[in-house]
């Protein structure tokens, strides 16, 4: 068997022998904010990398803002000397970049793995909690869905414009589920899919949302919950850099009208033992049950995860298909956690609460959590809303108040980790603050 940093090895030279024009790649991974930030290597210099050799980046670049700024969090940033930390390559994800205007590549980078991971870097998070349920015997199958919107690429006055339909050059800006739509922006919408392929992702489903210019793509379900997140990373990347070469912006801002639906992150996870048994459907479906109930539990202490920004938590005000309190159902769209119609072998949970610009590393952390804290817990859920529509618990709207709930919950810094939920909740509360910090021209309107 080969050695990990041999594979390596012979995945790039493999590469360079299939690209010979990329003479640059991309490293790069995910922060807290669920930005990508990294260094673009020379692709000779890549491979020294992949033989062993050091590669390093400061520990802080995990910590940016959304607008990439540094807060100052405890001792990091400001009163550590500002370290390097160890990253490693993530095997398989080296692929070329097909929408910049010079040839490239980009390839994952993480410190899980490493000697001293970042305890608060999300994909470690995520490891982390991966590793405890698999050395339990309990091993997710999981399947992201994502919603985006399809803009103009020029703005009017910094708001964003319908996009207009290639074939009437009209705006579209009528909320419908027309199949028609995927046709019109058929163009984009296939070259969305195929260079997510090229980056090793499994798209299946495409469909046109309620939204004008609204879109979702489905993923493949996946037995290692890593990769499942990293495709939803590396989808969000790629469907940017397409849209901008046809003439859009794609966005997975959670609620870019108020009139019309927002984006939701949809994760699918069913949960297997070490032979294959779904053990979500043992014993009449009674470990379903706890862990619908473990992750109602967590839910209103995770909402800083699920909806990490001002703006998401604006799609939970109400609006279709956006839950307004942590509730679970069968076949139910309204409901946060929906038990989609299966055989025993399929069953699984739909966690439709998070917004599409959440990070995929850190929600499906909180996901799992929620369901491993409620087979542990075994206690039953409340009414599903099948049986009472007005089932149902509050959960924090308010960015402070979430993190308030976040930061002090013992079973969520148990399974997530105290450090981890200490530097996140004070990142969030932080961003928060900045946003705050500036006067719009309603407010004058209103007040002046």
């Not at 399929?346 to 369901?371: F, K, M, Q, T």
Request: with cysteine.
């Amino acid at each position: 068997m080969k050695s990990p940093s041999a594979n390596l090895l012979a995945e790039v030279r493999t590469f360079r022998q299939n690209h010979p024009d990329v003479r640059y790649v991309d490293l790069i991974a995910l922060d807290i904010a669920g930005h990508f930030y990294g260094k673009r290597y020379p692709v000779e210099m890549l491979e020294k990398v992949a033989a062993g050799g050091p590669l390093k980046l400061p520990q802080n670049a995990v910590l940016l803002g959304a607008q990439g700024g540094l807060f100052k969090i405890g001792d990091y940033c400001f009163n550590d000397g500002d370290p390097d930390a160890n990253r490693r390559l993530v095997p398989g994800t080296l692929k070329p970049v097909s929408w910049e205007s010079q040839p490239l590549g980009q390839m994952l980078i993480t410190s899980d793995g490493t000697e001293a991971p970042i305890e608060f870097e999300p994909r470690e998070v995520l490891a982390k909690v991966l590793e405890r349920l698999h050395l339990k015997g309990i091993h997710p199958v999981v399947a992201f869905e994502l919603e985006f919107y399809l803009f103009d690429k020029k703005l009017d006055n910094g708001l964003p414009q319908f996009p207009r339909d290639p074939l009437s050059d009209d705006a579209d800006d009528q909320p419908n589920l027309h199949i028609e739509r995927l046709s019109r922006f058929g163009d984009v919408l296939d070259d969305m899919a195929q260079t997510a392929k090229a980056q090793g992702i499994d798209i299946t489903v495409i469909t046109a949302e309620i939204g004008p210019g609204q879109f979702e793509i489905n993923f493949g379900h996946c037995d290692d919950g890593l990769r499942a997140a990293d495709w939803a990373a590396l989808f969000c990347r790629s469907t940017r850099g397409v849209a901008l070469k046809h003439g859009y912006r794609a966005s997975f801002m959670a609620k870019p009208y108020l009139q019309f639906p927002g984006s939701g992150m949809h994760v699918h996870v069913s949960l297997y033992d070490g032979v294959g048994n779904n053990l979500l459907a043992a014993h009449q479906q009674q470990p379903l049950r706890h862990a619908v109930a473990g992750c109602l539990a967590l839910l209103p202490h995770c909402m800083p995860i699920f909806a990490p920004n001002h703006n998401a938590l604006r799609r939970v005000g109400g609006t279709v298909n956006a839950a307004t309190r942590a509730s679970w159902g069968f076949e139910d769209r309204d409901a946060c956690v929906r038990i989609p119609e299966s055989d025993p072998r399929n069953l699984r949970i739909e966690h439709r609460l998070a917004s599409a610009d959440a990070n995929p590393y850190l929600v499906l952390a909180a996901i799992l959590a929620g369901l491993e804290h409620g087979l542990e817990a075994r206690q039953e859920p409340i009414a599903p809303l099948n049986e009472d529509r007005s089932s149902g618990t509050d959960f924090p709207v308010e960015m402070l108040d979430a993190v308030r709930a976040m930061h002090h919950q013992p079973v969520v810094r148990d399974k997530l980790g105290a450090e981890f939920v200490d530097v996140y909740c004070e990142n969030k509360r932080q961003d928060h603050l900045a946003f705050q910090q500036e006067i719009h021209a309603r407010e004058y309107r209103w007040f002046l």
